[in-house]
C-alpha cells in the first residue's frame, strides 16, 4: 500500500475529531488499519495520522514523529478522494520456486541479505509472507537480476 501522512494540526477541538474520523473511517475502506485496535476510529485528538506500506495506521504527537518513513503528505480532503486503486501499490509478485536464490529483508531501511526461498507463508494475516531456510520474510525478491542489491539497502527499479 502506498504510505501517507496527514497534518491535522490545523484543526481544533471537536473539527478535528470529526475530520480525523472521517479520515480513519476512510483509511479502513481503502485496507488500513490500526496494528492493535483494527478498524476503529481512535486518537482523534492526535494532529498528526500516518499509513504504512503494510497497512497499519499511526499516529504522532507532531508531524515530525516518524521522520524516517517516506510518507507523502498529503490534505485530508485529498485523501479522502483516494479510491483503493489508489493506495495499492501493485507490483507483479516474482514467480519463485522452492531453492530459488533470494534476497530478503524485513523493512525497507534493512539491507538485503541472501537465503533459499522455501514458500509462501499460508496464514494472510502474517506479515512475513516469505518462508525461507533462515527465517520468514516480508520482502523478498529474485538474486538473479538483483545481485547488485546484496548488502545495501537499495530498491528495487
Known amino acids: 500500500m502506498k504510505e501517507y501522512k496527514i497534518d491535522l494540526s490545523g484543526f481544533d477541538g471537536k473539527v478535528r475529531e470529526v475530520v480525523s474520523e472521517a479520515i480513519q473511517r476512510h483509511a479502513f475502506e481503502l485496507g488500513y488499519e490500526w496494528i492493535a485496535l483494527g478498524k476503529k476510529a481512535s486518537y482523534k485528538g492526535s494532529p498528526c495520522l500516518f499509513f504504512e ?21 498529503i490534505s485530508a480532503a485529498d485523501f479522502l478522494a483516494l479510491t483503493p486503486e489508489d493506495v495499492q501499490d501493485a507490483p507483479k509478485e516474482p514467480e519463485l520456486k522452492p531453492f530459488d536464490r533470494v534476497l530478503v529483508r524485513d523493512d525497507d531501511d534493512d539491507e538485503w ?33 538483483n545481485e547488485h542489491l546484496l548488502g545495501t539497502t537499495g530498491d528495487v527499479k
Open 113 to 145: 541479505h541472501i537465503d533459499f526461498f522455501e514458500g509462501m507463508n499460508k496464514d494472510k494475516d502474517e506479515p512475513y509472507t516469505y518462508q525461507c531456510l533462515n527465517s520468514f520474510w516480508r520482502h523478498c525478491i529474485p538474486y538473479e537480476g
Open 53 to 73: 506500506k503494510r497497512g497499519d495506521v499511526l499516529q504522532n504527537s507532531t508531524m515530525d514523529g516518524f521522520t524516517h518513513y517516506s510518507n507523502q503528505l
